[in-house]
């Protein structure tokens, strides 16, 4: 933690991170930096159903969505579905390999407390998600207090280790400036996520490239970077996947392959 | 549980619930169902700030915001400080009687499994939440599934019981028709909450004047009811009580006592 912390002052300070002492501020365009940025698809999208996690988060979804969203990734062969945990039960039972059980925890305010995050993070793993996506403690971030925004992501490390269930730390990006943004990649990455990932789909920005680009220049080659809110066409997505993204985030998954 | 859900079903037929006989579809303007509302407050809203619900719930709050909301309601003796539990052992430290310490759950999608909402309960209460504003699930409700959506409160009653905490159930109105209102307060009404709410803030549409009394007119005298969403002026504050609200939700505590 001294590291990120000293990582912390510095860019809040005004120095700069980069991974190849080049000096940049970030390292969007830094061969160095980049290096390890995965090339999983095809030029012309033709395997993009495979990185798609088919997502229905609104509050007002009903399991008829649920039901026709499990059918379509069951269908293309998509990454996982992705749910409110109140469908959790409902969609476990309906999907088989590859197609995985995501769903999201701490979601879409990062505002709850650290205790609350962690049971969370217990109760839906003990109802089978294979994969957890959990947002950033978002003033934590904010409010430059390091220590908590790592406790809450590594309290969900434990719980995800111990299940085997794949972790997405969410940053919403559209609330931070790229310093925040590098800073909450470092600590989601220190804490143990299997990903990083842009946006909950409820603030008030998705993702960008140039987002994408600067998380995979954090966060390296290992870890998977999931780009999410408002990538609605094929376009887009092959651009988020250019940009260092592996893991794409959408609602109509038929946009995006047709 | 039969008689909610034998309301349910006649609802859903197209009967009505009109508790008076009069065969109203609701009690809007019935006098008989409207006995029991509430008048507590001075006609010019002198005793406005004693129903107000001090809050701030948006994803990007930072430390700041939260010392100055309990400021602000510590000044003007609010009913209480609402705030997301990331900010609890911040605000419970902070405020002292009679402003209690509120927090959300299930917050603002209603859309979390009955597991995960009972332990986020037991979670917030064990950090000394004073009165817990839980959303209700919504999906069961649009489901019609009526055991469900009472689970979900229930499990949250039990919790708030055990550590005298009030609880609030939001119904998120924008989402629901008034049969499904109507539905939705008796199955808060039966599993025990305190009070019923209109709205998180984070739907597309708050609190009415209309729904307060459709809310009023299902509860009857002996349940709070507690408009939020939207409330911004004096005016708005004190329509809403004289249709029978007897919480404010605000994060403007100012612009409704000016």
Known sequence: MKEIRDIALALWGGSSPCKCGGGHEVCLNCKVCRAGIPDRIASDGSDLSSLIDATILKADAVTTDIDQLCITALEYNCASVCVNSIFLPRVKATLCPPVKTCTVINFPLGAASPEAVKTEAQTVCDLGADEVDMVHSISSILDRHVDTAYEVVAGVTDVCVGHGALLKVIIET?????????????????????????????????????????????????????????????????????????????????????
Chains 1, 2 share one sequence.
């Open 174 to 258: 559209c609330y931070l400036n790229r310093e925040q943004i590098i800073i909450s990649c470092l600590i989601a990455k220190k804490a143990g996520a299997d990903f990083v990932k842009t946006s909950t789909g409820f603030g008030n920005a998705g993702a960008t490239a140039e987002n994408i680009a600067l998380m995979r220049a954090t966060v390296g080659g290992k870890l998977g970077v999931k780009a999410s809110g408002g990538i609605r066409t094929r376009e887009q997505a092959i651009q988020m996947v250019a940009a260092g993204a592996n893991r794409i985030g959408a609602s109509n998954v038929l946009m995006l392959l047709s």
